[in-house]
């Protein structure tokens, strides 16, 4: 768990550097990564449900990074894109392709839908998080008037 862990932190460091974020974040995007991969394995381990922990983990990548655009004034963007990293489905994608071309069609589906099923929970999570703080917003806006 500690060699994922900082697996996570420092892929998400570099994907940060690539995406051109800039240094003095880059410790911040790290820590949101970190912290939704630390949290995937938690809810995976208690769930066995790789779709719930994707889910949960982008919750918590997501008000994380809401949380950091506030205090290190940035777009929302620049935490939440480098903290879902770690949670992107790639080795669905390459196993899917990869039973295809080994013509084992019923894993292929299988890896395929459970890929599309990752994909649509980290983005219900990301939205939900983005809905729910923008009518937070919202009604904060209108108890000041």
């Known amino acids: 768990m500690i060699i ?60 994380i990074a809401q949380v950091l655009a506030k205090l290190r004034k940035n777009p929302v963007t620049v935490f939440q894109i480098a903290g879902i990293i770690p949670l992107v489905p790639g080795l669905g994608m390459y196993q899917t392709l990869y039973a295809v071309v080994i013509n084992d069609y019923p894993s292929a589906l299988e890896h395929l839908v459970t890929t599309v099923e990752i994909a649509a ?3 219900i999570g990301m939205l939900m998080i983005t809905s729910l703080y923008k009518a937070l917003k919202i009604t904060k806006a209108k108890q000041i008037r």
């Open 4 to 63: 994922q862990s900082l697996a996570a932190f420092f892929g998400t460091i570099l994907f940060s550097v690539f995406f051109n974020i800039s240094r003095k974040e880059l410790i911040f995007c790290g820590l949101n990564g970190i912290t939704g991969w630390i949290s995937y394995l938690v809810i995976d381990n208690l769930t066995n449900s790789v779709v719930l922990a994707s889910l949960v983990a982008t919750l918590v990548v997501c008000i």
């Open 121 to 123: 929970a980290i983005a």
